[in-house]
């Protein structure tokens, strides 16, 4: 099992910028899918942008253009960088990580979009 530690959050106005960080403890290896999800206030969560260990990603098509899902580095820690936000982008980010066997959750870092 691997613990996932989110990063990054904070308060920024509209058209402003956040890089949130996912560090990952233990080892990853093998096929994983790593996804950033995000639950606004009365929402679902939702997956906002996904990348495989293949490389191949995928975003939500609200955030396309945006936000750059990158997987983890040698350091182990996987970013979302979060540009043009907009108030709807407001919610609690979460990364996870789902390999054949596991499926793990970080904590959450909270990201709010107001004037």
């Known amino acids: 099992q691997v613990q996932l530690v989110e990063s990054g959050g904070g308060s920024v106005q ?3 910028s956040l890089r949130l960080s ?3 403890s233990g080892t990853i290896s093998g096929v994983y899918i790593m996804s950033w999800y995000r639950q606004s206030p009365g929402k679902q969560r939702e997956v906002v942008a996904h990348i495989s260990s293949a490389g191949t990603k995928h975003y939500r098509a609200s955030v396309r253009g945006r936000f750059t899902i990158s997987t983890f ?6 970013l979302l960088q979060m540009n043009g936000l907009r108030t ?5 980010y979460f990364c996870n ?3 054949t066997t596991n499926d793990d ?3 959450g870092t909270q990201v709010t979009v107001s004037s």
């Open 22 to 24: 996912c560090s990952a």
């Open 88 to 92: 709807e982008d407001t919610g609690v």
């Open 14 to 16: 509209p058209g402003g």
């Open 105 to 107: 959750w970080g904590q």
């Open 97 to 99: 990580l789902e390999t």
């Open 73 to 78: 580095n040698a350091q182990n820690t996987a």
